[in-house]
């Protein structure tokens, strides 16, 4: 039903997640996989690794992975690890924590390739 890469998946707390959700992005394909996972105070490393390699390299059907900073940073060594342009995978802020650019392997990827010195 879906093109390849046409679906963006969401890696994050409760109330990000649902607002991506209520924004449409939600998706259950024909194999019962949804397209989020939402981290509490219970939900693993494992699992969230987990979701993220499902994401990044199992499915055909997401183009951007969506996480939240300070979940990308529970499992920061795969985010950097994903060298990838497609599916893309955007560090966001969560409503209790502000973005930091520094922490943003992917911004501190572009700034070396446009002849910077690291993160923003």
Known sequence: MNEEGSLMAVIGDEDTV???LLAGVGHIDERQRANYLIV???TTESEIADAFKAFTTQRDDIAVVLITQVVADRIRFLVEAHARAIPSVL???DKENPYRPEADSVLARVSHLLGGEGGA
């Open 18 to 20: 649902t607002g991506f």
């Open 91 to 93: 560090e966001i802020p």
């Open 40 to 42: 509490g105070e219970r």
